[in-house]
């Protein structure tokens, strides 16, 4: 065989090409799913980084702010999960001493409670995308497999129409089926890797708002035991 020929006849574009109708549907659904999953990679990266950036020029305003109601305007518009952590705090703080009687057992329970649960919500916006991360590293490659055994099934087909076992007549269709696995790996491995990665970086992100709540808390803890 010429191996020019070979060559061409191995391309992933020729694969494709001759390839079954079933077989071309795998394949771009899990291309498909390869561009989306670099996409979120990328976005999902810098979203990150974005973040902890902010978390980390806001503590540094916040040590330094002398006024906590004045730091509060001044952050108040802030499209930033702290500066949402930080005004769930102050609101239920101004809330809670609003009345003659201040409970402070029960306020500081609110406290804990307001700033938690806005922290779980913005955990679960910020890693909302990383679920199709982890169902694309699931399953393409069972994706890719399916398309492996439909392309053996049409080799053996192959096979019994043509009453020849030559690797001519069988090579198209495992070629196909290997290269639907390919696709498939090529799209399942990068979905992991980065799942993995960017989950225990919204670990730690989820750690640093829990450690700013936490000293926020205490913070207005010895401002109640100052309340009249």
Do not use: C
Request: neutral net charge.
């Amino acid at each position: 065989m010429d191996p020019i020929t070979t060559a061409a006849t191995i391309s992933p574009v020729h694969l494709f090409l001759q390839a079954d109708i079933v077989v071309k549907a795998v394949m771009i659904g899990l291309l498909l799913a390869s561009l989306w999953t670099w996409a979120i990679i990328l976005s999902f990266g810098l979203k990150v980084g974005s973040v902890r950036k902010a978390i980390d020029t806001f503590e540094g305003e916040y040590r330094e702010a002398d006024d906590i109601d004045e730091f509060h305007r001044r952050t108040a518009n802030l499209d930033q999960p702290i500066a949402r952590v930080f005004g769930a705090g102050v609101t239920e703080w101004r809330r809670s001493t609003a009345g003659k009687s201040i409970d402070r057992e029960g306020t500081r329970e609110r406290l804990a409670t307001a700033m938690g649960a806005t922290i779980a919500q913005e955990i679960d916006r910020l890693a909302d995308r990383l679920n199709f991360l982890a169902t694309v590293g699931s399953v393409a490659p069972f994706v890719g497999l399916f398309g492996t055994v439909w392309g053996i099934m049409r080799s053996f087909t192959a096979i019994a129409a043509e009453q020849n076992s030559s690797l001519a007549v069988v090579a198209p269709g495992i070629a196909e089926a290997l290269f639907a696995t390919a696709i498939g790996l090529f799209a399942a491995i990068p979905a992991v890797i980065a799942y993995n990665r960017y989950s225990h970086r919204v670990n730690r992100v989820e750690a640093r708002l829990n450690r700013f709540a936490d000293g926020f808390h205490a913070t207005l803890s010895r401002r109640l035991e100052m309340e009249a």
